[in-house]
């Protein structure tokens, strides 16, 4: 099994851009989809970016996905930032599609 | 729109299984390639996977807790359960069920609900 290791925490400033990586501790980082999740307090996760780089339908294109083949990380790109964006987030891949793993979480702070 | 809603008790004591149902509304559980799964988050801490079932009753289970773990599926009442045997205090946690499609990603989620194990 492998890891998705997230920073612990990130802080930035209204109307600026924050990356949020997520990086895998074996196997390549795209051999798997990976997602994000955001997660208000006291409520549940919500997706955010599907297949490394999709957007459900009503989340702004404010956020965007990727994957970075040279680091074997995946990141989270928030533009625009607003208060409300304050939330921890996830990644999660799959091992070999039969076992989901996720990230440890990012605490985004919004200040 | 598609709603999950976990119930189940909160409490539970120490070395006795947790079992928790997942009811599944506004869509039939038995349409669609979906898998459906749970996964729960100690306070304050992060996602752990727990397992998934298929509607043909296939399961896939995190291999750290699969010795303990039975998900099962009920289509007559729309919903799938989850018993979790031996249980000690590092099991209380907020446990969500959740729709995962064969995208790969978990779309809808329920609320969660506390299930705290002590005597």
């Known amino acids: 099994n492998f890891m998705l290791t997230q920073p612990h925490s990130v802080s930035e400033s209204p109307g600026k851009t924050v990356t949020i990586s997520c990086t895998r501790s074996?196997?390549?980082?795209?051999?798997?989809?990976v997602q994000w999740y955001q997660q208000r307090p006291g409520s549940s996760p919500t997706t955010v970016i599907y297949?490394?780089?999709?957007?459900p339908s009503g989340v702004p294109d404010r956020f965007s996905g990727s994957i970075d083949s040279s680091s074997n990380s995946a990141s989270l790109t928030i533009s625009g930032l607003k208060t409300e964006d304050e939330a921890d987030y996830y990644c999660?891949?799959?091992?070999?599609?039969?076992?989901?793993?996720f990230g440890g979480g990012t605490k985004l702070t919004v200040l | 729109q598609v709603q999950l809603q976990e119930s189940g008790p909160g409490l539970v004591k120490p070395s006795q299984t947790l079992s928790l149902t997942c009811t599944v509304s506004?869509?039939?559980?038995?349409?669609?390639?979906?898998?459906w799964s749970w996964i729960r988050q100690p306070a304050g801490k992060g996602l752990e996977w727990i397992g998934r079932?298929?509607?043909?009753?296939?399961?896939n289970y995190n291999p750290s807790l699969k010795s303990r773990v039975t998900i099962s599926v009920d289509t007559s009442k729309n919903q799938f359960s989850l018993k979790l045997s031996s249980v000690t205090a590092a099991d209380t946690a907020v446990y969500y069920c959740?729709?995962?499609?064969?995208?790969?990603?978990?779309?809808?989620w329920g609320q969660g609900t506390l299930v705290t194990v002590s005597s």
């Open positions: 959740a729709r995962e499609p064969p995208s790969g990603y978990f779309d809808y």
């Open positions: 506004g869509g039939s559980i038995s349409s669609g390639s979906y898998y």
């Open positions: 079932i298929y509607i043909s009753g296939s399961t």
């Open positions: 074996s196997g390549s980082i795209a051999s798997n989809y």
């Open positions: 297949e490394d780089n999709q957007r």
């Open positions: 999660q891949s799959y091992d070999s599609i039969i076992s989901v793993v």
